[in-house]
């Protein structure tokens, strides 16, 4: 297996950072992709794994765009992505909710941007996934808390594309620990097996196989509620800006553990704090980020105390 590092030349000299498996490149994902430097990487990447900016209807400062300038920005992506994906690998990609200006009406912008970009690689759409976060507060407040008229929005849709009906994928390294009502059915080794109303017969050994763990649903529940950690820590001592949106790091623990192995290379091209290459990095993954706001690739250092800084 070819465990070297990716290299610390990639995108024109703009690597803010290194670690023993990865770089953290400061640029825009439009330019760094395009770069002799990671075009070496095309048909090598195992998983793209990402949460672009939202399709907001109010400017943040992490970048995001509005209407059709974000479906056609995102989907422009996908020739690339397909390009830099080995014929087996992955993406995955988070996308929230947009609501109507002025109206308690959801926007139709974040389903018709999936499209665009499916027939933009064109890939496959894997599997649809369900990121919920009961702690989420209340929004959009205007219809949730004020007028009353909706309930709160408290998920995001993840979606698993790729350029095969079949890619590299094995749900046995996800396995959630068994219930307490399934691990006493297996010691009691007896089911009520049988037809079901629904006509689905099921076998009274299928129930009673140890698997060692059960196989996930497609709705992950990740609270999100961290209110500290090394890097809230880093950017309050070093005086610098959280990044507003901040990646649940069990989001992509899950994805990168579900469609990936050790060895294999993750990219991130819209890094934020660089959830994706701390996780990556913890698993043994090779990764590369990138990330064009400076303020927030310094503030991702938080994550990896050994990593060595790039002179410019």
Not at 36 to 63: A, C, E, W
Not at 116 to 135: E, I, M, R, T, W
Not at 186 to 202: H, Q
Request: aromatic share 10%.
């Amino acid at each position: 297996m070819n465990r070297k590092r990716p290299r610390a030349d990639l995108a024109f000299n703009r690597v803010a950072y290194q670690t023993k498996q990865g770089v953290m490149i400061q640029a825009r994902a439009e330019e760094a992709l395009q770069s002799r430097p990671l075009q070496d990487y095309y048909g090598k990447v195992h998983l793209i794994f990402t949460s672009p900016p939202f399709p907001l209807n109010r400017k943040k400062r992490y970048g995001n765009l509005e209407s059709a300038e974000y479906r056609h920005w995102l989907a422009g992506f996908a020739p690339t992505f397909r390009r830099l994906l080995r014929r087996d690998g992955s993406i995955v990609v988070e996308m929230g909710n947009a609501w109507e200006p002025g109206l308690p009406v959801m926007s139709t912008l974040a389903l018709e941007t999936l499209l665009d970009f499916l027939k933009s690689g064109p890939f496959h759409l894997c599997q649809q996934f369900v990121s919920y976060n009961k702690a989420r507060l209340p929004s959009p407040i205007q219809w949730v808390n004020v007028e009353r008229i909706r309930v709160k929005d408290a998920h995001t849709h993840v979606w698993w594309m790729s350029p095969s009906a079949r890619p590299k994928a094995n749900n046995r390294r996800v396995l959630l620990e068994y219930s307490d009502s399934m691990l006493k059915l297996l010691a009691s080794k007896k089911y009520n097996a049988g037809k079901r109303p629904s006509e689905y017969d099921i076998g009274e050994k299928s129930f009673l196989r140890d698997n060692r763990g059960a196989i996930p649903s497609s709705v992950l529940p990740i609270a999100n509620t961290r209110a500290s950690d090394p890097y809230l820590r880093y950017c309050r001592l070093h005086h610098l800006s959280i990044h507003p949106s901040r990646m649940p790091r069990e989001l992509a623990e899950f994805f990168i553990k579900f469609l990936t192995i050790p060895g294999d290379l993750v990219l991130d091209p819209f890094a934020g704090s660089n959830v994706t290459g701390a996780v990556a990095e913890g698993l043994d993954r090779k990764w590369v980020s990138i990330e064009p706001e400076k303020e927030y690739v310094i503030g991702s250092l938080g994550r990896f105390p050994g990593a060595k800084k790039v002179a410019h």
